[in-house]
Nanobody, 127 residues
């Protein structure tokens, strides 16, 4: 059974940092692209960041570029999202996602490209 489990969310103040983790299990993830999405209250889920299977290629939403960093440790089957200089508008439930097709990165910012999803972790940033 494939599982993605996020952790690291919490309540912080504007300007603080958080590091989210996504632990994968149930299959080999070192050959698939992964990503983070988020959903704010009353809004649709949106793309945050993605990285290729070895982490050599990364992409970010404009709203987080320069503040967030995505990376992965394939030996630990874990993906991370380092979030710095957090803003109130970053408040959302953050979801990690993984593809099932190996060595494919096209459509990295589309939800439909990902087959496995975590349950989400809440990030709340107060002003």
């Amino acid at each position: 059974q494939v599982q993605l489990v996020e952790s690291g969310g919490g309540l912080v103040q504007a300007g603080d940092s958080l590091r989210l983790s996504c632990k994968a299990s149930g299959r080999r993830f070192s050959t698939v692209a992964m990503a983070w999405f988020r959903q704010a209250p009353g809004k649709e889920r949106e793309f945050v960041a993605a990285l290729s299977w070895r982490g050599r290629t990364t992409n970010y939403a404009d709203s987080v570029k320069g503040r967030f960093t995505i990376d992965r440790d394939n030996a630990e089957a874990t993906m991370y999202l380092q979030m710095n200089n957090l803003k109130p508008e970053d408040t959302a439930i953050y979801f990690c996602a993984a593809r099932s097709d190996e060595f494919v990165y096209t459509g990295y910012d589309r939800q439909s490209s990902y087959d496995y999803w975590g349950q989400g972790t809440q990030v709340t940033v107060s002003s």
